[in-house]
Nanobody, 124 residues
Framework: QVQLVESGGGLVQAGGSLRLSCSLSGRTFSSCAMGWFRQAPGKEREFVATINSSGSSTYYADSVKGRFTISRDNARDTVYLQMNNLKPEDTAVYYC?????????????????WGQGTQVTISS
């Protein structure tokens, strides 16, 4: 059974930082592209960042470019999202997702597995 477990969410003030982690089990992590998405109350789920299976290629939403960094450790089966200079509009539930293919993707429909989400709240 494939399982994704996120951690690292919380409450921080605007301008602060958080690092989210997501661990994959039940599937070969190094063959999967990974992505982070988020969903704010009353809004649709939106793409945040993606990384290919080897970690050599990344892609970001314009709203987080220059502030967020996605990375992965294939030895630990874990993907990370380092979030700096956080803004109140970053408040959302953040979801980790895995593709059964190695290439990056921003479309959530291209992901096969999803975590339960972790809450990130930014106070002004």
């Amino acid at each position: 059974q494939v399982q994704l477990v996120e951690s690292g969410g919380g409450l921080v003030q605007a301008g602060g930082s958080l690092r989210l982690s997501c661990s994959l089990s039940g599937r070969t992590f190094s063959s999967c592209a990974m992505g982070w998405f988020r969903q704010a109350p009353g809004k649709e789920r939106e793409f945040v960042a993606t990384i290919n299976s080897s970690g050599s290629s990344t892609y970001y939403a314009d709203s987080v470019k220059g502030r967020f960094t996605i990375s992965r450790d294939n030895a630990r089966d874990t993907v990370y999202l380092q979030m700096n200079n956080l803004k109140p509009e970053d408040t959302a539930v953040y979801y980790c997702a895995a593709r059964a293919l190695p290439e990056i993707a921003a479309n959530p429909r291209l992901y096969n597995y999803w975590g339960q989400g972790t809450q990130v709240t930014i106070s002004s």
